[in-house]
Every structure is written in C-alpha cells, then in structure tokens.
C-alpha cells in the first residue's frame, strides 16, 4: 500500500459558507496516481466540517436551517462568555457533522453517487483561510 498525501486550500466567508470541493478532491487523486483505495479528507478546524449532499440551492437552504435550527447562532453559548468571540455556535455546529470523510475509490475515481458532492462547511463567525488535508491510501 502506497499512502500519498495533499492539501485543498480554500477560502471562506464564514457564516455557514458551503463549497463544494469534489472537483478538487478528485484533482487530488488524479495526481496521486493511485487506482483503487481510500481517500481522507480532514479539515483541521473547530469551527468547520466536511460531508457529503446534493449541492443544489435547495438542499444547501434546508441544511442552513437545521442547523439554526437545533444550534440558533443568536443563543447565548458559555463559550462566548469565556472566550468574547461570539462563535460558540460555530463549535458545536462543526462537532456535531464531524472534521472528517473517508470515500473509497477504484479505476482512479471518487465512488460518489450521482447526486452526491463532497462540502466544506464553514460554520465560523468570519471569512477563513483553511487548508483541508486529504490522505489516500491505496495502490
């Protein structure tokens, strides 16, 4: 087994920013040169996640309202009284979907389904820089 190692850097504009970063991943292993294996997507962050949806404006709207929803951004949270960065929202948003995903792949390609594109979700309370580190291992 072969383990190759990447990063997708990305820029965001907070506040429950989503970007879909398939393409980029799929770059990513193109240029590892890997047929058949697992990729790693992870973003070091507390306040961001990666998953999986239909990128299309209705489902990215839906997903925007959970999570006002069942964390609302404008709830006092103890992390704020600590800290004074009104984004306590943001980190337990981003545990909730979690930092990271695992997708096999074989004959060099990503095995999404048809309607199924990878995210990043920016859950901070202002635009970022992050690096999003993607691992394969596979052969």
Do not use: K
């Not at 949806?53 to 704020?80: A, K, M, W």
């Not at 995210?119 to 690096?131: A, G, K, Q």
């Amino acid at each position: 087994m072969t383990v190759v190692s990447a990063n997708i850097p990305v820029q965001t504009r907070g506040n429950m920013d989503i970007l879909d970063i398939t393409r980029q991943a799929q770059d990513c292993l193109n240029d590892s040169g890997l047929q058949v294996g697992v990729m790693t997507l992870f973003c070091p962050s507390s306040t961001s996640s990666i998953t999986t949806i239909e990128y299309e404006p209705g489902c990215l709207s839906d997903f925007r309202r959970l999570f006002e929803e069942i964390v609302p951004s404008q709830r006092s949270y103890d992390h704020d009284a600590r800290w004074g960065d009104g984004n306590g929202y943001s980190h337990i948003r981003a545990a909730l979907l979690g930092p990271s995903l695992a997708i096999p792949f074989r004959d060099r390609s990503l095995t999404l389904g048809t309607w199924q594109q990878i995210i990043f979700v920016d859950f901070d309370n202002r635009s970022r820089h992050r690096e999003i580190v993607v691992q394969m291992v596979g052969e």
